[in-house]
């Protein structure tokens, strides 16, 4: 069965750090290229980050820029997102997906991945 559990999420203050994980089954993260999403109550679902099938690219969005680093660890079958300098803005529940091979612009489509996780909530407190 294919599944993708994500966990790291929690509560943090305004200028804190977390790091979330993704750890998939039925696949691993060298099948695939692994995203972050991630959805605030009300908005759009948006893209944070993107590694590649190969591991030698990664993306962000232009918010996250600087203060994310998305990493893999292939013998854990693990790609984790690392959260410096925390906003309030940043606060929504994170989803990692798995899909394509690639990490271009159109990393931010969702329609590029088949796999989903069920998510995790990051809030930062102000």
């Known amino acids: 069965e294919v599944q993708i559990v994500e966990s790291g999420g929690g509560l943090v203050q305004v200028g804190g750090s977390l790091r979330l994980s993704c750890v998939p089954s039925?696949?691993?993260?060298?099948?695939?290229?692994i995203a972050w999403f991630r959805q605030a109550p009300g908005k759009e679902r948006e893209a944070v980050s993107c590694i590649s099938e190969n591991g030698e690219v990664t993306a962000y969005a232009d918010s996250v820029k600087g203060r994310f680093a998305i990493s893999r660890d292939s013998p854990k079958n693990t790609v984790k997102l690392s959260m410096f300098f925390l906003k309030p803005e940043d606060t929504a529940t994170y989803y990692c997906?798995?899909?394509?091979?690639?990490?271009?612009?159109?990393?931010?489509?969702?329609?590029?991945?088949?796999?989903w996780g069920q998510g995790t909530q990051v809030t930062v407190s102000s």
């Open positions: 997906a798995a899909g394509g091979r690639y990490c271009f612009e159109n990393f931010k489509l969702r329609k590029n991945y088949t796999f």
């Open positions: 039925g696949f691993t993260v060298d099948d695939y290229a």
